[in-house]
């Protein structure tokens, strides 16, 4: 085993009683409530973060309504641009202590963190930058009539919401919290944040970053602690948008009780069942790899992941029993474990209620491999490949969210289409082909918000992202995240 050593300064934040940001500072209230912060390779404490009052809730708030009004909403474009990509500067200077902090409380493969979350934290922080000076209205011209010579223009402008309410999952932290804070302050808003009681430590520190790198007091704050923190911040009369990453049935919680607050905006980035399709030409070895490379990362724990595998018939054994080779020889071991190539679960309450999904399993005989828990502290399992029983299984179904993932062959592209569209999800899909003229066909016909051709999960700054149906509404990345994050005014003039 190779153990990654912690940094000093890792060490020193575990050790410095944190707690929330709000208005350009850490604080941690004197006789707060603590809640502890577990690493999930090992079932041990961490650290215990200080759980943020209702009134530090309403500081935080107030600060980056001040701010908005102020500070922040002084800021020209040009300069919020350069102010994010100082933070992504510094985000890449403090890279280790970053990865090292995220990969404890989550678990995750400190080469995931290493080489895929900080430093796509800062691609997507840099991309985001450019866009805080290409923010615009439109002109036109009124088809009034005139009846003494008057004549009519008309424009529009694009105004940013106010405060942001971003609430972030334990997954990715670091990474989605990075896109709520570039979504927000880009446009000119402000945010309070509020990551997972799961995962705290990493945003803490990049809002420590943020005032070093010249964003004002109180344009981010980070407010720790439990659900009802969340609840306060979507009922609160300044919170003008919600933007929520997580599960459907929390996120469709959110959305109702932003509606009722104030008919607050939201953008919801819910779960998936995401299906991927292998057509009978695609090769068995590339297939596998690809299968490995997206639906078993991170434990499986990504909203994006395939969990439905449709294979065409002439090919599910092959493709099946290399992968069950490939995955029985995986080695497991701790998130710093540099030699390891699968890691634990993010917590306690994740690591059971996948239990709960073996024990369904192999009660049913659908499993291929895995399919059971692995000894020692930590919350490891197997990876695991199961074998559905007939296209309505429940594992086809119901979203893990875990190393689980269900194939059912397939003999024809209508049948393929019609049960990878038989979901109430539809955040993203994939097909397997070498065949361009067919995936182009079946592309249209997918019910997805993205779907992927020999690929599957990555994201690009560039491109949209978001679910149809179940699976959320609104889209992050790309331009579209401006409808979201600015008010649209109507300007008409009579002249």
């Not at 090992?42 to 209702?54: G, K, M, P």
């Not at 497991?332 to 059971?352: T, W």
């Not at 979203?399 to 062959?409: A, D, M, N, S, Y």
């Amino acid at each position: 085993m190779s153990e990654t050593p912690l940094l000093s300064s890792v060490q020193r934040f575990l050790d410095s009683d944190p707690g929330s940001f709000v208005d350009g500072q850490r604080v941690s209230e004197s006789g707060a409530e603590r809640f502890e912060v577990y690493n999930p390779s090992n079932a041990s404490v961490l650290t215990l973060v200080s759980h943020a009052s209702e009134a530090l809730v309403e500081r935080a708030v107030e600060a980056a309504h001040s701010a908005f009004h102020g500070s922040w909403g002084s800021t020209s474009p040009y300069l919020r641009g350069v102010a994010l990509n100082r933070l992504a500067d510094l985000i890449e200077a403090n890279a280790e202590e970053l990865a090292q902090l995220e990969s404890l409380s989550s678990g995750k493969s400190i080469h995931l963190t290493r080489q895929l979350e900080v430093p796509q934290s800062v691609v997507f922080l840099r991309y985001f930058a450019g866009w805080a000076t290409k923010i615009h209205g439109q002109t036109m011209t009124p088809s009034l009539p005139s009846f003494q010579g008057e004549q009519y223009a008309a424009f529009t402008r694009r105004e940013a919401v106010g405060v942001v309410a971003g609430i972030t999952p334990w997954n990715f932290s670091l990474m989605i919290g990075i896109w709520k804070i570039a979504s927000a302050l880009t446009c000119g808003c402000t945010l309070v944040l509020k990551p997972s009681e799961f995962t705290p430590l990493s945003l803490l520190r990049i809002a420590e970053l943020a005032v070093e790198a010249g964003i004002p007091a109180g344009a981010l704050n980070i407010v720790n602690g439990s659900g009802r923190i969340g609840q306060q911040l979507i009922g609160h009369k300044r919170i003008a948008k919600v933007s929520f990453t997580g599960s459907v049935p929390t996120g469709v919680a959110v959305g109702k009780a932003a509606i009722s607050a104030n008919l607050t905006r939201v953008t919801l980035e819910l779960g998936g069942k995401n299906p991927a399709a292998f057509l009978a030409d695609v090769d068995v070895d590339a297939a596998v790899e690809g299968i490995l490379q997206t639906a078993y990362v991170h434990q499986g724990q990504v909203c994006a992941a395939p969990e439905r595998l449709y294979i065409h018939r002439s090919k599910v054994e092959a493709i099946c029993a290399k992968l069950s080779e490939r995955l029985g020889a995986m080695k497991v071991g701790g998130a710093l474990d540099e030699s390891a190539q699968f890691g634990p679960l993010a917590n306690k309450a994740h690591h059971d209620k996948i239990l709960g999904f073996f024990a369904q399993a192999n009660a049913r005989g659908q499993v291929i491999c895995g399919g059971k828990p692995l000894p020692g502290p930590g919350y490891f399992v197997q990876p695991t490949l199961l074998k559905a029983l007939g296209e309505h299984d429940p594992f086809l179904q119901e979203e893990t969210f875990g190393p689980i993932v269900t194939v059912l062959p397939f003999d024809d592209e209508d049948e393929l289409v019609r049960m990878m569209n038989d979901s109430p999800f539809g955040l993203g899909a994939s097909v397997w082909t070498n065949d361009l003229a067919k995936a182009m066909r079946l592309i249209p016909r997918i019910e997805a918000g993205t779907v992927w051709v020999n690929m599957h999960t990555f994201l690009d700054p560039a491109v949209p992202f978001g679910g149809v149906k179940g699976s959320g509404i609104g889209r992050e990345f790309g331009s579209a995240f401006i409808d979201d994050y600015t008010e649209l005014k109507s300007v008409m003039m009579r002249f």
